[in-house]
Every structure is written in C-alpha cells, then in structure tokens.
C-alpha cells in the first residue's frame, strides 16, 4: 500500500481567537485511522502549533519577533500534540511526534537517519505527527512553511501521495473566457507562473498561502509523487485520494524520478555560493551530462568550503543547475580558468573534477512544473 503525507494547514485546525477545531481535528484523525486500517502508510505533517500557542500566551495576532514565536511554539506543541494523542488513541493507533529543522535534512546522514525513523515507525504502525521544530529554528534553519515541509517529507519517503489540505476546496483560476472556476488538473510540464490564479486572501494565522502550495507541488511532482490541494475540512477527501478518486487540485508527477540522490541535492541541500561557467562548460553540463572542469570557471561568489552546495551559473547569469563543489570559494578562485594539468600540479591531492556530474543537478530537469 501508499505512502501518503498530509498536510493540515493552520487556518484549518485553528480558529480566529486560536482555539482549536476540535470538530476539524476530530475528523482528520478518524480519516487517517481509515487510511491506516486499509493497510496505507500515512503520515500527518501538522501546522497550528504556533497559532495554539498565540492563544494560550494572549497574543491577538502572529507576532514577527523570532522569540516570540518560538515561546508560542514551545507552549503550543505541546497542547496540539496532547490532542492527537488522547484523539488517535481512542482509536487504538499510537502516534509518534516528529519534530524537524531544515538543518535536519540538509546533511545527508541525518537526512538518511530522518527516512529510516519515519520507515520504522511506519513498519511499527506507528502514525508519525511531523511539525517543524519552531522552538530552536531560526530564520536561516526554516523550511518557510508547512507545505515545503510536507513536501520535503513526501520526497524522504517516496510517497506516492501529498495531500495539502487547507481552508479551500482547491486552487480557483481564471479560464479562457474569464469565468472563476476550481482548477482541477495541473498537468506536470505546466510551470507555477502559468498557473492562472483567480485573486485569493491568504490567512493571518499561517506562513503558508497559495504560492507556497504551488512551491511545495513543484517540489513534490518533480520527485514523483501526485500532490494535491483540497479542503481539510470535507469529510472523506483523504480516503478519496487514496482510491484514486478525483478532488480538489491535482497536480500530476513528472513522469521520470531522479535519483534519491539529486533529490536531496534539489530540495535539501542549501546553497552556499555560486559558481560562473562559460558557455561551453554550460552546454556540457546541461546537454551532455558531463562534470564541471576548472577550464570552464570564470567566476565564484560566496565563502562556500569543499562539499557545499553551490548554483552553477552561465555567463548570462541564468542558473544552470546545482551542485556539491570538490573545492571551496578561495581555492576555487585559484584555479579558475586553469587547465586539469595545471589544477593538478597546484593541488595534487584533489580530484580533477570541480562538481561531478554525480553530484550535480540541472535546475529543470525534464518533465518537472
């Protein structure tokens, strides 16, 4: 059976004063406990802990000051979690509170050791609750929202389903002729701007709106895995997803995944410089898939050591792809330009390779949004 990661926005699970749906909670447990009976492998991705706490510490609105935020956090993790467990266990499910950072997933030996916590809880039957850790993240350790997080999730564990369930039946656009009407395919080479949105308010409780949805689906679908956006307070939308029924938005899946790999280089792994390539290195990286050479090097950006990530760019400025650099910002600068012979005599314990082709990802890759 599926992996399915879903995902309850803020604006669903809490009210104006931040008060919980009790009603709302309620009902998405019981359809995750369906799912879980029918031999699916679910996995909730939880906003709402900040907002609960706004309301226990008398906040009237989302503060901006970090430490206040995070005391919000720390109070409300604790009370939407009580609330899944007293919720799940009277159905005689055990869940698991997942707490992450995005510097949880950004080396690939945590990132790894996160999959196989999630798997074993899973094999378990276990449902694993997954929130960000807002108590200690800070501005340069986010995932920006609950949605790249769900996303993120449903790449770790190659799901075959995210579900992005909100305070709306789905994404509303604007056809040909003018008319408002709920978009119901997005098909997988479509990219985000050509997405036509019909003007819609976001929610003051949550970071989310509706450009991160389409962030998090373009991330998702271009690792393979269906995302859809649909009400998270209609009965039975999980249930129906999973039987392959239509609801909401539907954005379809590339129709090619990349290796576990490069997905984690795409979609995990920050980048902490840039690199500029001529036009030759540019075409040899994006039409025959070979690594980049220190020949090809005209210029770095950013102080980025030797297995960092970096954006690799042409000479026109456009991003090509990105890539984890054998070499870091000051040494690189060294040997830009320089023949493989004349790198090797200067660092003769290096490999000749600036980015491998291995290790190096093209920034659209076929058949993604």
């Known amino acids: 059976m599926s992996i399915i990661v879903a995902k309850l ?7 104006s004063t931040g008060q919980l749906r009790e009603d709302v909670l309620a009902a998405r447990v019981r359809d995750l406990v369906r799912l879980h009976r029918l031999g699916h492998r679910p996995i909730l991705v939880s906003s709402g802990a900040i907002a609960c706490g706004l309301g226990r510490l008398g906040f009237g609105e989302r503060p901006t000051a970090l430490p206040d935020l995070q005391a919000a956090s720390a109070v409300g993790q604790g009370v939407l979690f009580q609330r899944y467990l007293a919720l799940f266990s009277a159905h005689e499910v055990t869940p698991a509170q997942v707490l992450l950072t995005s510097a949880d997933l950004e080396q690939r030996s945590s990132y790894l050791n996160a999959r196989n916590t999630l798997s074993r809880l899973l094999d378990l039957g276990v449902i694993p609750v997954v929130n960000e850790n807002d108590t200690t993240a800070t501005d340069e350790l986010t995932f920006g929202d609950n949605d790249v997080l769900a996303a993120q999730v449903a790449i770790l564990m190659s799901a075959t389903w995210l579900v992005l369930l909100t305070d709306r039946d789905g994404l509303v656009g604007v056809g040909p002729d003018g008319a ?9 080479a479509t990219r985000p701007e050509e997405v036509q949105l019909a003007a819609m308010q976001g929610s003051r409780l949550g970071r989310g709106g509706i450009s991160s949805k389409i962030a998090a689906a373009t991330m998702a679908t271009g690792a393979g895995v269906t995302c859809v956006i649909a009400s998270g307070r209609a009965d039975g939308v999980l249930g129906a997803v999973a039987s392959g029924h239509h609801v909401g938005t539907r954005f379809q899946p590339a129709e090619r995944r990349e290796p576990a790999f490069k997905l984690w280089l795409r979609y995990a792994k920050p980048s902490l410089g840039r690199i500029r390539i001529d036009a030759g290195a540019a075409k040899a990286l994006s039409r025959q898939g070979t690594s980049l050479l220190a020949v090809g090097v005209n210029g770095v950006e950013g102080g980025f050591a030797a297995g960092d990530a970096v954006e690799v760019d042409d000479s026109d400025g456009r991003c090509v792809g990105k890539g984890i650099s054998a ?11 320089m ?4 790198v090797q005599r200067l660092f003769p314990d290096a490999g000749v390779e600036v980015i491998h082709r291995d290790k190096f990802v093209l920034v659209e890759p076929a058949g993604t949004l």
């Open 9 to 15: 926005g803020s604006s669903t699970l809490v009210d």
């Open 180 to 188: 408002v009407a709920l978009i119901g395919d997005v098909p997988p």
């Open 327 to 337: 070499f870091s910002a000051d040494d690189l600068r060294q040997i830009a330009g």
């Open 339 to 342: 023949k493989t012979d004349d």
